[in-house]
């Protein structure tokens, strides 16, 4: 199928085609048909599946501009990192259409956002809490936004933003269609909908599994004291590892881990929240562009990240959670692309193993409760490899 079969404009489809993007995604084929009818809908699709082009593209084609120019799109996200990557892709696709678009954000001063709100906007891509502020400060007018996105909305809901949301979507009177996209759809997330949505369409994508497709799953058993030598080992010894994100649970951490992989001559930086928003923002870019081909971070990069080559995400703290495990592992093979995914296992966290089975689907540990199949042994007996 075809972009312009899905209702888009020959000038969009070309644009799309110019850019390298023939066909569209299974999420993007369910979704943009349905969004330029005006339907709200309520969408689960997998991390890299394009799911922001799926809302931004049919919105970018029902832009008109108007005077005077106020915002009639609101994306809100969770965090500042994927607003940018919505931001940017809204850029990206308008293709000087003349469409105006804004990222609002905490972490950085209220000078540049309180301008170019004043001088006008179309799109506004921001976090709820920095919005508030501005909404409060008289900054922003949302009255006459017809369209509202609430992306990973999963994820909006665990950090407690819901209540933020509301305030927000109490200053819309004008709100006409709400799409609500989320990783996966849980009581919570049928719960926002149903206060949000009105005869919504669903739309689940990959619905029978929740771990991204195309990704090698592989876990070490190692001890907390030997997961330093094991990262630089397996960093060194495979050339196919390209471009790395590790995740640790606290910054000390990250920082630590960093400079262990600098000692041993392996080119790392880090990101979390003591990391300033504009350090961060010059850290991917440095990433993206190949300067250094290991990030550590802390789960801050857990969603949103705008990095499409990571050969490798390496678990080097499991995450407390099954989902939070399907999110990190995300960041590989997106978009078709193969991935691997390695996680370093302590003794006493075979439970987070069983859980992310139960919720994935598949087996990760062959010497697993109730498993017969022999463990396959690697280097040292550290590795279980996981056959896609």
């Keep these: 199928m075809k972009f312009i079969e899905l209702g888009l404009s020959e000038r969009i489809a070309g644009a799309l085609e110019t850019f390298g993007f023939a066909e569209p995604t299974e999420i993007q084929e369910k979704a943009i048909p349905v969004i330029l009818s005006g339907r709200d809908i309520m969408a689960s699709a997998e991390t890299g599946s394009g799911k922001t082009a799926a809302y931004a593209l049919p919105i970018i084609q029902s832009h008109k501009v108007t005077l005077p120019r106020k915002p009639r799109t609101l994306v809100l996200v969770p965090t ?21 678009s804004l990222t609002v954000y905490g972490g950085t001063g209220y000078e540049k956002q309180t301008r170019l709100l004043r001088r006008g906007v ?35 809901l665990d950090m407690g933003f819901m209540p933020q949301v509301r ?28 206060e949000y949505l009105h005869s ?21 058993h190692v001890d907390e004291s030997g997961k330093d030598a094991l990262l630089v080992q397996l960093i060194k010894d495979q050339p196919e590892v390209k471009s790395v994100l590790v995740f640790t649970k606290t910054r000390s951490k990250a920082a630590r881990i960093r400079k262990r ?47 499409p080559a990571i050969s490798h995400v390496v678990n ?23 991935g691997i995914a390695l996680s370093f296992v302590c003794a006493d966290q075979r439970h987070l193993i069983r859980d992310i089975e139960r919720v994935t689907g598949h087996q990760l540990d062959p010497d697993g409760p109730g498993q017969k199949a022999a463990p396959r042994r690697f280097r040292g007996d550290h590795r279980r490899r996981v056959a896609r």
């Design 122 to 156: 179309d799109v506004i891509v921001a976090t709820p809490g920095r919005l508030n502020d501005h909404i409060q400060r008289g900054n922003a007018d949302l009255s006459q936004v017809t369209v509202l996105v609430l992306d990973e909305a999963d994820r909006m």
């Design 80 to 100: 500042r990192e994927l607003a940018l990557q919505v931001q940017s892709q809204f850029d990206r696709f308008s293709n000087q259409s003349g469409l105006r």
């Design 261 to 307: 992989l600098c000692a041993s001559n392996v080119p790392a930086e880090e990101i979390h929240g003591d990391i300033s928003q504009a350090q961060r923002e010059k850290t991917l870019t440095r990433y993206r562009d190949g300067v250094f081909s290991v990030l550590v971070a802390t789960d801050i990069a857990a969603r949103g990240l705008d990095i």
């Design 200 to 220: 919504p369409i669903t739309i689940r994508v990959n619905m029978d599994r929740l771990e991204p497709s195309a990704i090698d799953q592989r876990i070490y």
């Design 316 to 338: 080097y703290d499991l995450p407390n959670t099954a989902t939070d495990y399907v999110h990190r592992i995300g960041r590989t093979g997106r978009a078709g692309r193969s």
């Design 167 to 194: 305030q927000i979507v109490d200053k819309m009177p004008n709100r006409s269609q709400t799409l609500l996209f989320s990783a996966t759809i849980s009581k919570s997330v049928e719960l926002a909908a149903a």
